[in-house]
């Protein structure tokens, strides 16, 4: 059985972003449950942990687009 390579391609790309999202996923579920943590327990600082949560997040998303952006090069511009 031989592969083509436009099956690896498409097999290393499904890699790529299945392997590339796992960790921004754990990521944000660990970063939203102890912001939650934090402001059950102070509910005054409320306002500067949702700030952090926030950019904690937007930085989370960015590897989780970097992945993609690596796959879809797999997939389109890769030969």
Known sequence: M???LGVLRLFAAGL???IGA???GL?????VAAALNAIGRNPEAAGAIQINMFI???F?????IY???VALILIFVAK
């Open 22 to 24: 796992l960790g921004p």
């Open 16 to 18: 790529a972003i299945g």
């Open 2 to 4: 031989q592969l083509d």
């Open 67 to 69: 992945a993609l952006v």
């Open 56 to 58: 904690g997040i937007a």
């Open 60 to 64: 989370t998303e960015a590897v989780a």
């Open 27 to 31: 990521g944000l579920g660990l970063l």
